[in-house]
């Protein structure tokens, strides 16, 4: 069972004499950073130094995910957004950066599915305390809203999901995202990225059909794209 620290009350900061704020040091144990930042248990020991990379795309996606994660600053409102099929690490990776970020450079972002993140929302509103969520949800400095586009949303959650994005583009606020779903379907056909997708088969769905072709295009302004491919790591025992 993890502990709560009695020192910074699960915050991961102290208030030092004088006023100075610091880093406690529960930030740096593994069960306290993982809880701070919502992170699964599933992924616990996700870290960017324990990534495998299997293919050419895998190795590009953790060079930009190690870059984005050492260079990273909070005024700047930039994420990553991982696609690419199930089981490639793009959680993985999603969850490294987050970690390596929250250790490094102090700011504590926040890991959910988004699946999630949608049904407590749900929840909150019967109990008449979603607006308080949302605020927490849209301020965050970095966000990660993991397994976007993975199912039919009603007419309610997509415009939730768009104005979460909305919001953060407007604001800079940082986004990681990841995805089974193409953004577009036109990826080949775009002179920014065909690079980038050059011999790589894409996801046939896409999240425009989706989220809209307005919300997919801030995704692409306020996130970097980064395309994996390679074979489902969850079926390797079989």
Known sequence: METYCERCRGTGFVKEEGGAVSLC???FSLKDTNRIL????????AELDNYVCENASESEAFKEAYIYASSYDP????????I???GVG?????????KKIYREKGVRGMFFDTKDLIYRFKALIEVGRTARAIKTVLNLPLLVLDDLGSERLSDWQREMISYIISYRYNNLKSTLITTNFSLTGEEKKDRRIRKMVDGLELPKA???????????????EMTKVIYMQGR???RRSL
């Open 75 to 82: 005024e700047e409102g930039r994420g990553l957004t991982f």
């Open 232 to 234: 489902d790591r969850r």
């Open 84 to 86: 690419g099929p199930p």
């Open 90 to 98: 793009k959680t993985h990776l999603a969850v490294g950066v987050l």
């Open 25 to 27: 040091s529960c930030r």
């Open 206 to 220: 896409l999240m425009t059909d989706r989220l809209g072709a307005g919300t997919v295009s801030r995704i692409y």
């Open 38 to 45: 919502g992170i699964p248990r599933r992924f616990w020991d």
